[in-house]
């Protein structure tokens, strides 16, 4: 069965640093998603992007933030310039045309110190 | 703009017996709702979605859901609880229209299962 992969699982950084997380959506879909939980708490939406651009984007989806679909298949969320706050399960999400129905990645935990 | 509400954070149960989680959301058009499920350290699993039609609706894990559109409530059921089922659960709701929109979650309840 296709499924959404992340990588890393695990990212330490250092406060500051720019980070770049991966993901493969599922591979005939049109909509990725970029959500994330911070420990505790419960998932955010963060981005969501259709045919090259951004649809949708959260007031947490500040000018930090950037995403990007490199080549036919990736699909990647930068931070620029970590912060404490930024650390967090990050999910990529997938889903076809219609209805909204997102496949969820593993996730990536992303630890900034 | 739509919000969820689970008001229950933690559930025990025992093994064998009944499961109800609540869930109750807020939009002001005919939502999508999902549930999804999350075990530690794992990324989330689509349980079952409500789009239109029949209110109620089957999943995986032998979880149901039942779409209450007059209490705006989604709660997602099952009849006989497994160890297996020990997990976060998420109620979501998606705008009607489909497709870029961002699902809202609920804060989540923690599911424990007794022996």
């Known amino acids: 069965e296709p499924e959404v992969t992340q990588t890393p699982s695990h990212q330490v950084t250092q406060m500051g640093q720019e980070v770049i997380l991966h993901c493969v959506p599922i591979s005939n879909h049109l909509y990725f998603y970029w959500y994330r939980q911070i420990l505790g708490q419960k998932v955010e939406f963060l981005v969501s992007f259709y045919n090259n651009e951004i649809s949708e984007k959260s007031e947490i989806f500040d000018d930090q933030f950037s995403v990007e679909r490199p080549d036919g298949s990736n699909f990647t969320l930068k931070i620029r310039s970590t912060k404490l706050e930024d650390s967090a399960m990050y999910f990529c999400?997938?889903?076809?045309?219609?209805?909204?129905?997102?496949?969820f990645g593993p996730g990536t935990r992303l630890t900034v110190l | 703009a739509q919000s969820v509400t689970q008001p229950d954070i933690h559930i025990t149960v025992s093994e064998g017996a009944s499961l109800e989680l609540r869930c109750n959301y807020s939009?002001?058009?005919?939502?999508?709702l999902f549930w999804y499920v999350q075990s530690p350290g794992q990324g989330l699993q689509l349980l079952l979605k409500y789009f239109s039609g029949d209110t109620l609706v089957q999943g995986i894990k032998g979880f149901e859901a039942e779409f209450k559109r007059s209490q705006s409530s989604f709660n997602l059921r099952k009849p006989s609880v497994h160890w297996s089922d020990a997990a976060e659960y998420f109620c979501?709701?998606?705008?009607?229209?489909?497709?870029?929109?961002?699902?809202?979650f609920g804060k989540g309840t923690h599911l424990i299962i007794q022996p």
């Open positions: 979501a709701v998606g705008a009607g229209g489909g497709g870029a929109d961002g699902l809202t």
């Open positions: 939009y002001g058009a005919t939502p999508y």
């Open positions: 999400a997938s889903s076809t045309l219609y209805r909204n129905e997102q496949f």
